[in-house]
């Protein structure tokens, strides 16, 4: 990993992001508006991104991993975004928020069981926090988990859950209610099971955008796993998937470079092919300013995250830095999205237009994995405000 804010990247980066870019332009781009057309999961483009190592890129290879970091990780998610989210958010969630919990926090036997296959790419799991009635409060966290004998009966649900319904997912580690401390809820994880009796998963969200990833709500009725299921120190969970979120905004941030990239390459491709007025569009100044910006945006958030990641892997505080990323990447993706479609024009009001896609996509960069206003609190607390 280079230092922050190196101008360039190592040689091993380099590649690694070459690939990823010939594997998104070739595999991942013919297939995408079918795909968010359809509403459907991309089974096929997921199975070769799992015979390329992309899902066991952070882990090591004792655990079936690659031996690689997370900022490889991030540069490839990146790459992916740059043409489809949805499959970026695929392999940012499979990882960050499915396995990194497993990884980080899981006992031995816990990690030699679940971690081979989801580093694999033949399993998925899923990141169970976020309700119905919590959204960014997850500190009030409602799903109880009780001892009975030795299992965890667990009974409460969750929304917005990515990667939780396919016919690949093996595991969704939830946050539970285990009791009180000094007048405080006891909240830890647990893994659960796909296939668990009463675990259930509702029918996928009709949404804006992601329209290939998988998302779902999940309910527990009287759900009975083995204790052995705790993931971490009990009472841990929610200092522990916090953990998660920090690492994680800096993946999500990733994937917002990617599309705000993404915004800029169409914008420029378009601008030198369109005419108006019997000149490319890219001729006159408004439109030609209005791509710099968007280049500008998207090259500042790129060494934002870049920080970020550099502070995380070298063992130092990175909290902050990670908000930061999360916030002025997320708005570059939109604000880019918001211009590309207007360098369109008409065009860029129809769906088999990459940037309408990112249009409807982006949005969500500022709502998921905390939203604008959850990073605006957290650096302002660094501040001591």
């Given amino acids: 990993m280079p230092e922050p804010l190196m101008a360039e990247l190592p040689e091993e980066y380099r590649e690694l992001a070459a690939h990823v870019r010939e594997f998104a332009s070739e595999v991942v781009e013919p297939v995408s508006a079918k795909h968010d057309e359809e509403h459907s999961f991309p089974y096929e483009v997921v199975a070769q991104m799992a015979e390329l190592g992309l899902f066991g890129m952070p882990f090591p290879e004792e655990y079936g991993g690659m031996g690689s970091d997370y900022f490889a990780l991030c540069l490839a998610i990146e790459e992916l975004a740059v043409y489809d989210q949805s499959v970026a958010i695929t392999l940012e969630a499979g990882v960050s928020l499915g396995a990194m919990p497993i990884y980080r926090f899981g006992t031995e036997e816990q990690k030699q069981t679940w971690l081979p296959p989801l580093a694999a790419g033949t399993s998925l799991g899923g990141f169970g926090l976020t309700e119905p009635g919590g959204g960014s409060d997850a500190g009030a966290t409602r799903t109880t988990a009780r001892e009975d004998g030795d299992e965890w009966v667990i009974n409460g649900s969750k929304q917005f859950i990515t990667n939780s319904g396919t016919n690949i997912t093996s595991l969704v580690t939830v946050t539970a209610v285990t009791g009180e401390k000094d007048g405080k809820k006891e909240i830890s994880t647990i893994i659960v099971p796909s296939g668990t009796p009463g675990f259930t998963v509702d029918p996928p969200y009709n949404k804006v955008g992601w329209n290939a990833s998988d998302t779902h709500g999940l309910a527990f009725d009287d759900v009975r796993v083995p204790r052995e299921n705790l993931l971490g120190e009990r009472g841990r969970g929610y200092a522990n998937f916090l953990r998660i979120l920090d690492e994680g905004r800096i993946a999500v941030a990733a994937l917002a470079v990617g599309a705000a990239q993404g915004c800029v390459d169409e914008a420029v491709r378009y601008a030198k092919e369109r005419e108006a007025f019997g000149h490319a569009i890219g001729e006159y100044q408004s439109i030609a300013f ?78 998921g994995e905390g939203t604008t206003e959850v990073q605006l609190m957290l650096i302002a607390r660094s501040l001591g405000l």
């Fill in 290 to 367: 209005t791509i710099a910006r968007m280049q500008a945006r998207a090259h500042v958030a790129r060494q934002a995250y870049y920080n970020a990641a550099a502070l995380m892997l070298a063992g130092k505080p990175f909290k902050t830095e990670a908000s930061i990323a999360k916030l002025v990447a997320g708005e570059a993706a939109m604000d880019n999205a918001r211009d590309a479609t207007q360098v369109f024009g008409g065009n860029g009001f129809m769906n088999e237009f990459r940037v309408a896609r990112h249009y409807r996509d982006s949005k969500i960069l500022e709502v």
